[in-house]
């Protein structure tokens, strides 16, 4: 079975502080990792996907298939940032996406 | 992404009643979504379909059923609707296995 850990429901980091949003997962297969952003009464949208090795708005995630992490980072916080960010494992054997719980970063102006 | 709508957008119903809720997507994708969000929970897929003739049970179905009218089409029913599945609840869709797009959402109250 696949599963995305999110340890952390908030994050609260003063404007202009590094962001570290962190996402653990399990999986057998070769996965396939997204981050997607919801902004305060928008739906959820991509941010980026590990394949692509891009940085949206200042925020990069790398895969680290040792430790079965894809943690999102940027290196100060804005306002902007703040939202609800989940991190999600697209699995090639089960054809499906498994999204976390969520963790909603908070940037104190 | 206006290409993804849902509705309606908020609905409140008592416990017992039978509730559709509906997706339409122009993006014409082939793969389509429910889920369900909750404080604390995340999303969880509830039911998804690969195409027409191709539906499948996500993590949490019970209670909830799925018909998928067209390519285009993907309605969620509650069949007797209990407190618990108050919700926001989010259509997507996908090509393949790539990026999900989703809907605006549906706010479900079940009193």
């Known amino acids: 079975a696949q599963r995305v850990t999110q340890p952390e429901k908030l994050l609260s980091v003063f404007k202009g502080a590094p962001v570290e949003l962190k996402c653990n997962y399990s999986y057998s297969g070769s996965p396939e990792l997204f981050w997607y952003v919801q902004y305060s009464r928008q739906r959820l949208q991509l941010l980026l996907r590990?394949?692509s090795r891009e940085s949206i708005k200042g925020f990069t995630a790398d895969l680290n298939k040792g430790e079965t992490s894809f943690h999102l980072k940027k290196p100060f916080a804005q306002e902007e940032d703040s939202a609800m960010y989940y991190c999600?494992?697209?699995?090639?054997?089960?054809?499906?996406?498994?999204f976390g719980t969520g963790t909603k970063l908070q940037v104190i102006p | 992404d206006a290409d993804v709508t849902q509705t309606p957008r908020n609905r409140i119903t008592k416990t017992g009643k039978r509730i559709m809720l509906e997706c339409s997507q122009t993006?014409?994708?082939?793969?389509m979504y429910w889920y369900r969000q909750d404080p604390g929970l995340g999303l969880r897929l509830i039911y998804y379909?690969?195409?027409?003739?191709?539906?499948n049970k996500g993590e949490i179905s019970d209670g909830y059923s799925v018909s998928r009218q067209a390519q285009a089409k993907f309605s969620l029913s509650l069949e007797s609707a209990i407190p618990n599945q108050t919700a926001l609840y989010f259509c997507?869709?996908?090509?393949?296995?790539?990026?999900?797009?989703f809907g605006p959402g549906t706010r479900l109250t079940v009193t």
């Open positions: 997507a869709t996908s090509v393949g296995t790539s990026e999900q797009y």
């Open positions: 993006k014409g994708h082939d793969r």
């Open positions: 590990h394949i």
């Open positions: 999600a494992l697209f699995s090639g054997g089960y054809q499906k996406v498994t």
């Open positions: 379909s690969f195409d027409v003739k191709d539906i």
